[in-house]
């Protein structure tokens, strides 16, 4: 059993910035591929990017491109999502979770793919 506690969300102003951090138990955290997944009130869960076990690899929608950046430190068994100019439509609940098929390419891209999910944290991004 894998748990992820995701932290960081809150209230920020249309172009500012958030960093999630999402923590995972085990250790075999190096070995899992990491994605984050937002969603929406009235909204399908969508995918926003994801990280290879390694780190060497990262994958992101193109609604968020250039402007997240997911890192981890597998020492401290933990992914983070650093966002930056921050629009109102990225207002949704996060959630991390953690794909536990070993060196799968591409990153996945569908929730389907991930194993374990966190609870999320809300971001809200006022205009």
């Known amino acids: 059993q894998v748990q992820l506690v995701e932290s960081g969300g809150g209230l920020v102003q249309a172009g500012g910035s958030l960093r999630l951090s999402c923590a995972a138990s085990?250790?075999?955290?190096?070995?899992?591929?990491m994605g984050w997944f937002r969603q929406a009130p009235g909204k399908e869960r969508e995918f926003v990017g994801g990280?290879?076990?390694?780190?060497?690899?990262?994958y992101y929608a193109d609604s968020v491109k250039g402007r997240f950046t997911i890192s981890r430190d597998n020492a401290k068994n933990t992914v983070y999502l650093q966002m930056i100019s921050l629009k109102s439509e990225d207002t949704a609940v996060y959630y991390c979770?953690?794909?536990?098929?070993?060196?799968?390419?591409?990153?996945?891209?569908?929730?389907?793919?991930?194993?374990?999910w966190g609870q999320g944290t809300q971001v809200t991004v006022s205009s």
């Open positions: 979770a953690a794909d536990l098929q070993i060196f799968r390419l591409p990153i996945a891209t569908t929730g389907s793919q991930y194993d374990y």
């Open positions: 085990g250790r075999a955290f190096s070995g899992y591929a």
């Open positions: 990280i290879s076990g390694t780190g060497d690899r990262t």
